[in-house]
């Protein structure tokens, strides 16, 4: 059975950092991606990497600079380390994975059919 578990969410204040994983059990996945949402709002896509033939990422503008997306084939963990974090960071975080590797790396939820539970991130002023 494949699941996905989030961890080290947390409250930061602002410019601080926080370094999220992804334990993945149950299959190796090539395409995941981070994603997040805040009460109100729609979910978005943060990060994403494909790791099949090399190394490729992607990021939304709001983070890119700030927040850099890893794999560990080795603990078939996905990271995400986030630095000077903002208010408007606050959200809960996901982790996705994608079975088929067409359209990776990809910041659309729609195209990503495993889900965890997500981490809670509140960045405060």
């Known amino acids: 059975q494949v699941q996905l578990v989030e961890s080290g969410g947390g409250s930061v204040q602002a410019g601080g950092s926080l370094r999220l994983s992804c334990a993945v059990s149950?299959?190796?996945?090539?395409?995941m991606s981070w994603f997040r949402q805040a009460p109100g709002k729609e979910r978005e896509g943060v990060a994403a990497?494909?790791?099949?033939?090399?190394?490729?990422?992607r990021y939304a503008d709001s983070v890119k600079g700030r927040f850099t997306i890893s794999q560990d084939s080795g603990k078939n963990t996905l990271y995400l380390q986030m630095n000077n974090l903002k208010p408007e960071d606050t959200a809960k975080y996901y982790c996705?994975?994608?079975?088929?590797?067409?359209?990776?790396?990809?910041?659309?939820?729609?195209?990503?059919?495993?889900w965890g539970q997500g981490t809670q991130v509140t960045v405060s002023s």
């Open positions: 996705a994975s994608r079975g088929t590797l067409s359209r990776c790396p990809s910041l659309d939820p729609t195209n990503f059919g495993v």
């Open positions: 149950g299959y190796r996945y090539s395409c």
């Open positions: 990497i494909y790791t099949s033939g090399g190394v490729t990422t």
